[in-house]
Every structure is written in C-alpha cells, then in structure tokens.
C-alpha cells in the first residue's frame, strides 16, 4: 500500500547537516563547481551529486581550473566529505551494439581522467543494458571495460548503481552487480551505489524487511563495497521493475523507511543523496526533515 505519510516540520526553517551525516542531492554544474558547492551550502547540506556531461549527450565541457581550485579550497576550508559525480544515461558498456560500447568506454576514459582533477571522491555509472546480447555477454563487455578505463582512476572510486529491472538492464539483482564485481583487481576502488526507488522496484522490501536487504547484500556484494546511497521514494508498488522515483514521504516506502535508512549502523557513514522530483525549494525542505530524523 502506497504510504500517505507528509514531510515531517524541521524545527527551524533550514538546518545545516551535521559532519558523520553526509546529505545532499543532485545539482546542476552548468555555472561552475564553486557556485555548485555554495547552492549546496544554501541548502543545509554538505555533499552533493551532479552529471559528469550532459546526461543525455556526449560532450564535456572544459574545466576551468581557476574555478576547481576555489571549489576544492573552500571544501577543504570547511571539511566536506565525498561528492558523487553521475555519468550521464548515454554510456551503455553492455549495448549489442559495438559503436554504443566504444562511444561508453570513450565516456568512461575521460569522465575517469577528469575526476583525478578531485582526488577522493566518487563516479557513479548505471552498469548498462545488454539490449539482447544476453545478460552474460553484457556482464563481459562491463568488466572488460572497467578493467581497460580503471587505471585511470588512481583517486576516484567507480559505483556501480543498483537497478530497477526495466526492460534488458543488467544490475536489477545483487547477483547480477556480484557477477560484475566479483574477481577485478581493484579491491576497494570499485564499489556499490544503493538506489532505494531501484531496489524497492527490483523487489527488495526495504519497508518491512530493511536487515534482511542488507543481509542478502552482505552475503552476495559485502557491506564494506556499500560506499553511497540515493535516497528517492518510489511511484510504483515492490517488485514493479518500472523506476519511477518520488518526493520523500509521498511514494510506497514512505518517512519511516527513510529514517530507518539514515540511522542504520550499516548506513549511517556514507553519503546519502536525493534524486527525488523536485526544486531547489523542495529539496532545501527534505534535506531538514531527514536532518531533523537523524539519531545522534
């Protein structure tokens, strides 16, 4: 049953995010990463996610190094903690199609040489769609790619994200990233990035059953490759495959799964990132009530 619960009232207008809770939410980099950082700052947050490109293009801008320096400076200056860069929905590393693949790796290389500008921090990519080579085959050119592009990222750590299950996706199951993780010499520079609209929508019940999700990740991934969570509430009912986020609070996981989530011993040290369907406002608004949700 979809839950009704409303936002929670913070107890002030905006609160700023502590420094052990990492909260923030998808931003926009058109106008420079140090005027990205001060929306994040206006806010109350302290960590954010932004596309690496255009999501649905190809090129990238070039990056103006006096603005990368002011923006690491002023991180540094008040001791932020990672951020997520996103690549953008046109990278496919598992597509039939050979010129898809190349055009993805090619994304990939760069995006990876790019993010040494801002050692330390995260790429987040969807693993990919086999659209008809087979989930194995698809699961081969990943890797295989991952293993060409990844000694290009000495100080960045590559997420693969957890999926819905629409259509010919590869990573709707624990098993499915298990298979793409599982045996590449990376070790810890490879890792998870928890969607909660995706996994609900996969069939994972994190409204009833949140120990036994991280219990199964555990045993099938390890908790310790769990390095970022994004926090989106789902339109559609457990199990539906569809990936359709919503506003927090006004899907089927609802407020309490949330607070669940951000509290959780397991979880509660990572980045955690909202993709939800909203402005500026509406996102100032989730990032206090989750603030105000937050256990000391």
Same mark, same amino acid.
């Given at each position: 049953?979809?839950?009704?619960?409303?936002?929670?009232?913070?107890?002030?207008?905006?609160?700023?995010?502590?420094?052990?809770?990492?909260?923030?939410?998808?931003?926009?980099?058109?106008?420079?990463?140090?005027?990205?950082?001060?929306?994040? =700052? #206006?806010?109350?947050?302290? $960590?954010?996610?932004?596309?690496?490109?255009?999501?649905?293009?190809?090129?990238?801008?070039?990056?103006?190094?006096?603005?990368?320096?002011?923006?690491?400076?002023?991180?540094?200056?008040?001791?932020?903690?990672?951020?997520?860069?996103?690549?953008?929905?046109?990278?496919?590393?598992?597509?039939?199609?050979?010129?898809?693949?190349?055009?993805?790796?090619?994304?990939?290389? =760069?995006?990876?040489?790019?993010?040494?500008?801002?050692? /330390?921090?995260?790429?987040?990519?969807?693993? /990919?769609?086999?659209?008809?080579?087979?989930?194995?085959?698809?699961?081969?050119?990943?890797? =295989?790619?991952?293993?060409?592009?990844?000694?290009?990222?000495?100080?960045?750590?590559?997420?693969?994200?957890?999926?819905?299950?629409?259509? $010919?996706?590869?990573?709707?199951?624990?098993?499915?990233?298990?298979?793409?993780?599982?045996?590449?010499?990376? /070790?810890?520079?490879?890792?998870?990035?928890?969607?909660?609209?995706?996994?609900?929508?996969?069939?994972?019940?994190?409204?009833?059953?949140?120990?036994?999700?991280?219990?199964?990740?555990?045993?099938?991934?390890?908790? #310790?490759?769990?390095?970022?969570?994004?926090?989106?509430?789902?339109?559609?009912?457990?199990? #539906?495959?569809?990936?359709?986020?919503?506003?927090?609070?006004?899907?089927?996981?609802?407020?309490?799964?949330? =607070?669940?989530?951000?509290?959780?011993?397991?979880?509660? #040290?990572?980045?955690?990132?909202?993709? $939800?369907?909203?402005?500026?406002?509406?996102?100032?608004?989730?990032?206090?009530?989750?603030?105000?949700?937050?256990?000391?």
């Amino acid at each position: 049953m979809k839950r009704t619960d409303t936002m929670p009232q913070p107890g002030t207008a905006r609160r700023s995010a502590r420094e052990d809770f990492l909260i923030g939410c998808h931003l926009s980099s058109s106008k420079g990463f140090l005027s990205l950082q001060q929306t994040m =700052e #206006s806010l109350g947050a302290n $960590t954010f996610q932004y596309f690496s490109r255009n999501p649905r293009g190809s090129r990238q801008k070039k990056l103006d190094l006096r603005d990368r320096d002011a923006f690491l400076s002023r991180r540094q200056a008040l001791g932020h903690g990672p951020f997520v860069a996103h690549a953008p929905y046109t990278l496919n590393l598992a597509s039939a199609s050979e010129a898809v693949r190349s055009f993805g790796r090619q994304v990939l290389f =760069e995006d990876l040489r790019r993010m040494e500008e801002f050692p /330390g921090n995260f790429y987040n990519l969807h693993p /990919g769609s086999h659209v008809g080579a087979g989930l194995q085959q698809g699961i081969h050119w990943i890797r =295989e790619a991952l293993c060409d592009a990844l000694p290009e990222a000495q100080n960045t750590i590559v997420l693969l994200e957890t999926m819905a299950g629409q259509g $010919t996706q590869i990573g709707r199951s624990f098993e499915e990233l298990a298979a793409i993780l599982n045996d590449l010499p990376y /070790g810890q520079r490879l890792g998870v990035c928890l969607d909660t609209c995706h996994v609900h929508d996969a069939g994972y019940d994190l409204v009833s059953d949140l120990e036994g999700v991280l219990e199964t990740f555990d045993r099938i991934i390890g908790l #310790s490759r769990l390095r970022a969570i994004h926090l989106n509430d789902s339109q559609n009912p457990l199990g #539906s495959k569809k990936d359709r986020h919503a506003a927090l609070g006004e899907g089927f996981l609802g407020w309490g799964s949330f =607070e669940r989530i951000i509290n959780h011993p397991a979880l509660r #040290s990572l980045p955690f990132l909202l993709e $939800t369907p909203n402005n500026l406002s509406g996102y100032a608004k989730e990032i206090a009530a989750l603030i105000d949700r937050r256990t000391p």
